[in-house]
Each structure stands twice: as C-alpha cells, then as structure tokens.
Antibody, heavy 115, light 110 residues
Framework: EVQLVESGGGLVQPGGSLRLSCAASGFSLSGYWMSWVRQAPGKGLEWVANIKGDGSEKYYVDSVKGRFTISRDNAKNSLYLQMNSLRAEDTAVYYC????????WGQGTLVTVSS | QSVLTQPPSASGTPGQRVTISCSGSSSNIGSDTVNWYQQLPGTAPKLLIYDNSQRPSGVPDRFSGSKSGTSASLAISGLQSEDEADYYCATWDGSLNGYVFGAGTKVTVL
C-alpha cells in the first residue's frame, strides 16, 4: 500500500525557517517525480514545487522562489521542503504528493507563521 | 487568482447529472492534459480523473472527464450524497513552468 506521511509542521515566527519531511512507503521514490502542494485555511489548492526522480530538475511557484528548496533522499525514500524567510501568507497545510499529476497524497502537515 | 477558471459552486439533487467546467488558455489546458481532484471535507485531495478522461482504479464510472481546446469539464452522473465535496481541475502551465490548480468548485447535493 502506498503511503506518504508528512512531518515537521508547526508554529514559526515570520522570518523563521522550517523543514518539512515526507516519508514514502509502498513504492520506490526514485522512480517518481514528487510534489509539494499547500492549502491555506479555507482556501484552494496551490502547487508549491516538484522535483524529478533523480533530483536533476526542480520547479517552484513564483511566490516561494529563493525562499523554499525542495530536495529528496531516495536512499531514505524521503522528500523534503526547506522553508526559509517564512511569511504569514505561507500559513497552510502542506501536502506531499507522488508524481507531477499527484496521484497519491499524504495527510498533510500544518504550518502556521505568526508572531 | 488562478489561471484556470472554475465556477465556485454547483448543485443537484440525488440522481441528477452535474457538470463542472474548467477554462484555461493555450499555455495550460491547450497544451497539456487535465487532471481532476476531489476533496471531501477535512480530508486530503484525491485524484479523480487524469489525462483528461482516465479514471484511477477504484473511481466509479459515474465520474467522467473531457477536454476540448482550452477548456475541460468534469461530469458527475447519478449524483449521490457522498459526492458533496470540492473539485479542482489542474494542469501544467508551460508559460509559468508550474502546475496550476483551478480555484475549486463546491458541489452540493440538495
């Protein structure tokens, strides 16, 4: 059974940093693009970033470029999102998802940016 | 404001057919396939339709998708109470170099 489990969310002050992790099981991460998608409270879905299976290509939504970094460790079957210079508008549930078309999703981890 | 336009809401009575539209442009829907997601209240989204009209294993055939030019649509036939959810269309946008979602359509079963 495919499972994606996010962790690392929490409360952080504006300007702070947070690193999200996504542990994958039931499939080999190396064979898939992986994505991060977020959802602000009461709002719709927003794609954040994705990364190719071997890590050679990465894409980001404009609003996080230069602040967020997506990475992966295929040996650990894990995906990461390093978030720096966090802003109030980054407050959201962050989901990791498999593939560009995101065919499998985790349950999400809540990131709250507030003083 | 999303580059993909969906109606904010749609509704129908049990058994009816409901259709949700998703309008884009040549840089997104016009040049790539469309995927649809269902998000039930309080849960993570679930892939409902991929590659315009394909259903993942386990998705009932009441759900169907289509695409024409720069628009796509999702149809739910034989509407059921458990279909009450938010529905999102999405596709890759070659101009933005990113995956874009519509703002979502809330389906209510009357």
């Amino acid at each position: 059974e495919v499972q994606l489990v996010e962790s690392g969310g929490g409360l952080v002050q504006p300007g702070g940093s947070l690193r999200l992790s996504c542990a994958a099981s039931g499939f080999s991460l190396s064979g898939y693009w992986m994505s991060w998608v977020r959802q602000a409270p009461g709002k719709g879905l927003e794609w954040v970033a994705n990364i190719k299976g071997d890590g050679s290509e990465k894409y980001y939504v404009d609003s996080v470029k230069g602040r967020f970094t997506i990475s992966r460790d295929n040996a650990k079957n894990s995906l990461y999102l390093q978030m720096n210079s966090l802003r109030a508008e980054d407050t959201a549930v962050y989901y990791c998802a498999r593939g560009v078309i995101t065919d499998q999703w985790g349950q999400g981890t809540l990131v709250t940016v507030s003083s | 404001q999303s580059v993909l336009t969906q109606p904010p809401s749609a509704s129908g009575t049990p058994g009816q057919r409901v259709t949700i539209s998703c309008s884009g442009s040549s840089s997104n829907i016009g040049s790539d396939t469309v995927n649809w997601y269902q998000q039930l209240p309080g849960t993570a989204p679930k892939l409902l339709i991929y590659d315009n009209s394909q259903r993942p294993s386990g998705v009932p055939d009441r759900f169907s998708g289509s695409k024409s030019g720069t628009s796509a649509s999702l149809a739910i036939s034989g509407l059921q109470s458990e279909d009450e959810a938010d529905y999102y269309c999405a596709t890759w946008d070659g101009s933005l170099n990113g995956y874009v979602f519509g703002a979502g359509t809330k389906v209510t079963v009357l």
